[in-house]
């Protein structure tokens, strides 16, 4: 009876670890409304859940994809402020390269130099400096903006290659731009507060030698809340190699997704943000 309570026991233990494991943005559900992800249908092969951390606070939450070294998505709350655009250098994430205790972003240098871990162990899972060099057409497009961020802090944390896509530069410094600045300003101008995710449909080809998928489709869906109830939501989506953004309903935003990630049912935010239409400027 013992040896059978034992059993038990460890069962539990294997498997409450392995939830751990999975559900990693148990440690930063606030950047989620009420705390629900997207559901698993925008789930890669080769998955790491980032709680973003830099100077001992986490500031938004990103699913990566390992394989294709771009992320699935960036989770944030809509909080623009007075601090300046911040003149920082690009970090990676340690928590990529394997077991180490460093949970904060950091610079390539700094890890090599100091951490004394080799290029090659940071370039295994993720996208580092010479992936977007030189790269014509293209630029690093933030799924978290910086200008979304209130301090230098919130800012600076944006500024994680785990963050970027390779995004087409007409549709970054024009249509998409005009939509993260313009746009969500108006949308959000009577929200208390404003959830939101931005994300990469993988594409069909690759940058970096190889190394770095380009999206085909850039998105982002937002729910705001007026006191702590959800009153409206909407969409946008872009092609990305047309500086063109598609308005959409929340609810038109995840049947587009459900089609481009193979039928598979996309759900985005918890039930209670309205999928019908939101009227964008």
Same mark, same amino acid.
């Given at each position: 009876?013992?040896?059978?309570?034992?059993?038990?026991?460890?069962?539990?233990?294997?498997?409450?670890?392995?939830?751990?494991?999975?559900?990693?943005?148990?440690?930063?559900?606030?950047?989620?409304?009420?705390?629900?992800?997207?559901?698993?249908?925008?789930?890669?092969?080769?998955?790491?859940?980032?709680?973003?951390?830099?100077?001992?606070?986490?500031?938004?939450?990103?699913?990566?994809?390992?394989?294709?070294?771009?992320?699935?998505?960036?989770?944030?709350?809509?909080?623009?402020?007075?601090?300046?655009?911040?003149?920082?250098?690009?970090?990676?994430? /340690? !928590?990529?390269?394997?077991? +180490? #205790?460093? %949970?904060?972003?950091?610079? *390539? =240098?700094?890890?090599?130099?100091?951490?004394?871990?080799?290029?090659?162990?940071?370039?295994?899972?993720?996208?580092?400096?010479?992936?977007?060099?030189?790269?014509?057409?293209?630029?690093?497009?933030?799924?978290?903006?910086?200008?979304?961020?209130?301090?230098?802090?919130?800012?600076?944390?944006?500024?994680?290659?785990?963050?970027?896509? /390779? !995004?087409?530069?007409?549709? +970054? #410094?024009? %249509?998409?731009?005009?939509? *993260? =600045?313009?746009?969500?300003?108006?949308?959000?101008?009577?929200?208390?507060?404003?959830?939101?995710?931005?994300?990469?449909?993988?594409?069909?080809?690759?940058?970096?030698?190889?190394?770095?998928?380009?999206?085909?489709?850039?998105?982002?869906?937002?729910?705001?809340?007026?006191?702590?109830?959800?009153?409206?939501?909407?969409?946008?989506?872009?092609?990305?190699?047309?500086?063109?953004?598609?308005?959409?309903?929340?609810? *038109?935003?995840?049947?587009?997704?459900?089609?481009?990630?193979?039928?598979?049912?996309?759900?985005?935010?918890?039930?209670?943000?309205?999928?019908?239409?939101?009227?964008?400027?």
């Amino acid at each position: 009876m013992l040896g059978l309570l034992l059993l038990q026991v460890l069962a539990s233990c294997l498997w409450l670890g392995h939830s751990k494991v999975v559900n990693s943005f148990a440690d930063c559900p606030e950047f989620f409304y009420a705390g629900t992800t997207p559901n698993d249908a925008l789930h890669p092969q080769n998955p790491a859940w980032i709680c973003q951390r830099y100077r001992n606070s986490s500031h938004y939450a990103t699913l990566y994809d390992r394989d294709r070294r771009i992320p699935v998505y960036s989770a944030y709350k809509y909080h623009p402020g007075p601090a300046k655009r911040p003149h920082v250098w690009w970090f990676v994430e /340690p !928590q990529l390269i394997g077991k +180490n #205790d460093l %949970q904060e972003i950091e610079r *390539e =240098s700094v890890l090599i130099n100091q951490h004394k871990f080799t290029l090659d162990q940071i370039k295994k899972s993720q996208a580092v400096l010479d992936d977007y060099d030189k790269k014509t057409g293209l630029t690093r497009g933030h799924l978290n903006p910086n200008g979304h961020m209130d301090s230098k802090e919130n800012k600076t944390a944006t500024f994680s290659l785990t963050n970027i896509v /390779p !995004q087409d530069k007409s549709l +970054n #410094d024009g %249509q998409w731009n005009k939509y *993260e =600045s313009k746009t969500m300003t108006e949308m959000s101008k009577d929200c208390t507060t404003t959830y939101v995710i931005t994300g990469a449909v993988p594409g069909s080809t690759n940058v970096a030698g190889g190394r770095v998928n380009r999206p085909s489709h850039i998105w982002s869906a937002a729910c705001c809340l007026v006191g702590t109830q959800p009153k409206k939501s909407w969409g946008v989506i872009a092609e990305n190699n047309k500086n063109q953004v598609e308005n959409h309903s929340l609810g *038109e935003l995840e049947n587009r997704l459900t089609s481009l990630y193979g039928e598979r049912r996309v759900t985005l935010f918890n039930s209670a943000c309205p999928r019908e239409q939101a009227s964008l400027p």
